[in-house]
């Protein structure tokens, strides 16, 4: 089991424990927890519903090309920018941070 800390758009900080054996990503633990995170395309990085900041210094994997691609579509994208979708949780992310972007209109 890891600790994430997902702060939501109203700047509450939610320290969740999750399973680092289930194959889980951000956006899947977010829905878990019932935080207001859509994930519309199921996690294929086909929408920008999962867009979260990272706001820790945890070294993640480079995103792939379709990621980049949609984030290039996506409302507030910031240097710090990921698809929730496309971070599975491993041991190597315990305390990691993240932070919901707005919605975009």
């Known amino acids: 089991m890891i600790t994430v ?9 939610h320290d969740i424990e999750a399973p680092t054996d289930l194959n889980l990503n951000m956006m899947e633990l977010a829905k ?6 859509a994930g519309t395309c199921g996690g294929m990085a086909l929408c920008a519903s999962c867009h979260m900041y990272v706001t ?7 995103p792939s090309y379709d990621e980049i691609l949609m984030l290039d579509q996506a409302f507030f994208v910031e240097q710090n920018s990921r ?5 599975k949780l491993s041991d190597d992310l315990d305390g990691l ?5 707005p919605v975009g209109e």
């Open 5 to 13: 800390h997902i702060t939501d758009r109203e700047g509450k900080v």
């Open 32 to 37: 878990a927890n019932e935080l207001p995170v």
């Open 56 to 62: 820790s210094d945890h070294d993640l994997h480079e």
């Open 83 to 87: 698809l929730g979708c496309q971070i």
């Open 97 to 101: 941070a993240v932070t919901l972007a």
